[in-house]
């Protein structure tokens, strides 16, 4: 049996562009990418903290240091310049993988700029 798990996660980072016309996906900054270890081209899923949407598109490669968190094509109408969005991507594991597996979070300051990077989400409290 698979698995799904979170992958990796950009905790709530701030949409620096909205590119209606541009062919679509997410540009993300490079450093957060490679810190997340989401591939470009890789499916990710948007949550939009502003508005409430949720959506699937893939990532794309922004200039290192930039940065950049751009939704781009259909996706604009969905996030808006300053949200602040949860961009996560998951993994499919079988039963043994995951027993042991730990996602990537990444977490940012309101640049865009990583501020520490963790694998365990702390247990909610009642």
């Not at 490079?30 to 899923?45: F, K, P, R, S, V």
């Not at 930039?66 to 039963?95: E, F």
Request: one cysteine or more; glycine letters at 8%; hydrophobic letters at 40%.
């Amino acid at each position: 049996m698979m698995i799904t798990l979170l992958k990796a996660k950009l905790h709530k980072v701030h949409v620096t562009h909205s590119e209606l016309e541009y062919e679509g996906s997410c540009a993300i900054d490079g450093d957060l990418l490679d810190a997340a270890g989401i591939l470009e081209y890789e499916q990710i899923q948007i949550y939009n903290l502003a508005n409430g949407e949720r959506f699937t598109t893939y990532a794309i490669r922004a200039e290192h240091g930039s940065g950049t968190i751009s939704v781009n094509g259909a996706a604009a109408h969905k996030a808006n310049p300053g949200d602040r969005v949860i961009i996560c991507s998951y993994a499919q594991l079988d039963a043994a993988e995951a027993a042991r597996f730990r996602p990537t979070l990444v977490y940012v300051d309101s640049d865009n700029r990583i501020k520490r990077i963790g694998n365990e989400i702390p247990v909610q409290a009642a």
